[in-house]
């Protein structure tokens, strides 16, 4: 196509002319002549059987006109966009100029709302965000196209040795955003926050995260414990019962609904968001474990099971903990117990592995998904009523062998 059309003296003729008029530079170019003798540049363009056009400037030798020289020098700009496939609204260099450049916290922001339901639960979205506007403040208002690996290690490094579950998460979260405005073109180049290869020559490799040992009471020391605890009095003391009968985690207990309770089928199913695999799990529930919840349903304040002073909150995270303060057991942890139940399940009881596995609700391959047909529940029922009469030193059955005096695991 034709193209250099245009002669200043045609165009300056024009602009003396006193009417409207479209000059035609050649492929695209255009030059719009208003009757009052203003003249601005315009290039069009067809894509997708649709008409685009963006404005150039206005005509002129000043300051803050384009010349016709200007005008062809940005319409070939427009061209070589147009020719890889650009969009020429977003790449052509004075507009980007123009536009403000999102910030990192910005960014932040837009891929934290991007991954609105990906989140396993509110906990779960809330640590992302405290992450990011807290421990990543530093970064938030660099504009995320010059967010550099020295920024990555100013933010990272006082966290390193002290905490390094936090910085660890916290570095993961950041690679995501920078990786999320590399998605949108918002910057380019290697992942500054990226570990293998780059961080870890930087910051050091990291001693592998070994977790701590809850501390467990041997299982042999249990049912002395229970009887104690049994005459404890408060919802503290009740809660500690139900999550050591249970074998459940203390958060899965202190959260507990009284919409999850089945006193017909002697059940709880605690849903899927506060599980830690993400899965809803069933707990068969012994006839004592009834008897608690009973004894609590029929004094009932609000939804939550074991309500808490705060309205429409539970009781403290530390309530159990401080039962076990007050009966001499403070030396181990409300957490321990699950490892009580196991090593006791594994040492003196003919119950087989997947059957306690499945009661902690710890995801094993391959024969988990049999443990969850209804076989399983009966199984596992079978294991927690036999648990509830070892820790009320009661005869627990067949399945139960010879006590022996065991320690607790991690679990």
Not at 179 to 194: C, F, I, S, V
Request: proline share 4%; hydrophobic share 40%.
């Amino acid at each position: 196509m034709a193209r250099h059309k245009l002669a200043e003296t045609r165009i300056k003729a024009a602009l003396k002319g006193g009417k409207a008029e479209k000059l035609g530079d050649g492929d695209g170019l255009w030059l719009y002549i208003q009757a009052s003798g203003t003249a601005s540049w315009v290039f069009i363009w067809i894509r997708h059987k649709r008409r685009r056009e963006i404005g150039l400037g206005s005509y002129g030798s000043g300051a803050r006109h384009v010349s016709l020289v200007d005008a062809r020098g940005k319409a070939e700009t427009i061209r070589g966009i147009l020719g890889r496939g650009g969009d020429p609204f977003k790449e052509l260099p004075e507009r980007m100029a123009a536009v403000k450049p999102k910030t990192f916290g910005e960014c932040a922001d837009d891929l934290i709302a991007a991954k609105e339901k990906t989140f396993r639960n509110e906990k779960h979205r809330a640590q992302w965000k405290m992450t990011l506007e807290v421990y990543a403040k530093p970064l938030r208002k660099i504009p995320v196209t010059d967010v550099s690996t020295d920024d990555v290690v100013r933010v990272l490094r006082p966290l390193w040795q002290d905490k390094h579950e936090t910085a660890s998460r916290l570095r993961g979260r950041i690679e995501k955003v920078l990786d999320y405005a590399k998605a949108l073109k918002l910057r380019e180049g290697e992942n500054p926050a990226r570990w293998k290869g780059h961080l870890d020559h930087i910051l050091g490799k990291r001693e592998k995260l070994t977790r701590g040992h809850h501390a467990a009471m041997p299982y042999a020391d249990v049912p002395a414990f229970m009887a104690k605890l049994k005459t404890a009095e408060g919802l503290g003391a009740r809660a500690l019962e139900l999550c050591i009968l249970t074998a459940t985690r203390s958060g899965e207990v202190l959260n507990a609904r009284w919409a999850e309770i089945d006193f017909n089928a002697a059940t709880w199913a605690i849903p899927a968001e506060r599980m830690k695999a993400g899965k809803e799990h069933i707990v068969p529930l012994s006839a004592h474990a009834i008897a608690i919840l009973k004894a609590l349903h029929e004094k009932r304040l609000s939804e939550f099971v074991f309500p808490g002073q705060v309205p429409k909150k539970p009781i403290s995270n530390m309530a159990m903990t401080m039962v076990m303060r007050r009966l001499k057991a403070g030396a181990y942890t409300v957490h321990g117990f699950r490892s009580s139940f196991r090593d006791w399940c594994g040492d003196a009881t003919s119950f087989p592995r997947d059957v306690a596995e499945a009661a902690l609700a710890h995801v094993v391959q391959g024969v988990e998904a049999a443990y969850r047909r209804g076989s399983a529940l009966a199984k596992r029922r079978k294991l927690m009523e036999a648990w509830t009469a070892y820790c009320s030193n009661v005869k627990g059955g067949d399945n139960v062998l010879t006590i022996k005096s065991g320690g607790g695991r991690h679990r």
